[in-house]
Each structure stands twice: as structure tokens, then as C-alpha cells.
């Protein structure tokens, strides 16, 4: 199965501007657990976590004060619309991280995280479909 078939097309993206509060506001109010940075000063894309979030508030920073430019992920493998939910899973192995950017010509098409893996490999080994989100948390 192609990872497109199991991406979520309905990503948050936000600035590096909003600070780790606003970021885990709007992470939590839409129940992801990244969003995709856009940066139009940057080259490319980044992404920020929730791991990211967590790891700078129990390093004692104000949420409020820390700008998510400098807790975001720069450095990043993209995952091509023609990977397979195999590739996807052996890079997030490899790499040590829950989140792939899909990316077709420069433009993000959606993300695959870990949780639409196993939901994709549990549909494939039980017949049973869940729903994106459904049954989650």
C-alpha cells in the first residue's frame, strides 16, 4: 500500500513566529502530534512535535516565551508519494522519529506518523477498517 493512501491530507501548519504554546494549543485542539513549520525565509520545510514541545518545557522554558523556530526539526527526511507503508515504517525505524513529511516537487502533500502505519498494517492483518483518528489517543 502507498503511504498516500494513509496520510492525513488535513495537515496544521503554522510560522515559526508562534510560540510552543500556541503550537500545543493548536496540536492538541486538532489532536495531531506535529505540524508542519512554514518558514517563507527558510529553505524548505520543518516540523515540530509534540516530543519537541515537551522537551523544552521540562527543560524549564517558558512556553510562552520560546519561539517554535528554535525547537523545530530543520533536517528532515520526506517521504515521496510513491513510497510504500513499508518504506515509510524502515525510515522512521532508521531515523528514530514518529512523523514524515510527504513531498511531491517542493509542496507538502500530507504527513504519515506512526499511528496510520499500525492503523494501515492492523486493517491489513485483521480486515478490520478504523477510521483516521478513531480510537486513538
Known amino acids: 500500500m502507498l503511504i498516500t493512501q494513509a496520510m492525513t491530507t488535513n495537515i496544521l501548519s503554522i510560522g515559526p513566529a508562534h510560540t510552543l504554546r500556541q503550537a500545543a494549543s493548536l496540536m492538541s485542539a486538532r489532536r495531531v502530534g506535529a505540524a508542519v513549520v512554514a518558514d517563507p525565509e527558510a ?7 509534540e516530543r ?24 528532515l527526511v520526506f517521504a515521496n ?7 515509510a515504517a524502515d525510515a522512521m525505524v532508521r531515523g528514530g522519529f514518529r512523523h514524515l513529511i ?11 506518523s506512526v499511528r496510520d502505519v499500525l492503523r494501515v498494517w492492523t486493517e491489513l492483518s485483521t480486515g478490520v ?9
Open 129 to 137: 477498517v478504523v477510521a483516521q483518528g478513531e480510537g486513538w489517543r
Open 102 to 112: 510527504v513531498l511531491s516537487n517542493g509542496e507538502v502533500h500530507g504527513i504519515l
Open 81 to 87: 508519494p510513491q513510497w510504500t507503508i513499508d518504506d
Open 52 to 75: 519537541d514541545v515537551m522537551t523544552a518545557i521540562g527543560a524549564g522554558l517558558d512556553p510562552d516565551a520560546e519561539a517554535v523556530a528554535a525547537h523545530l526539526t530543520r533536517e
Open 43 to 49: 529553505h524548505g520545510h520543518g516540523i515540530i512535535t
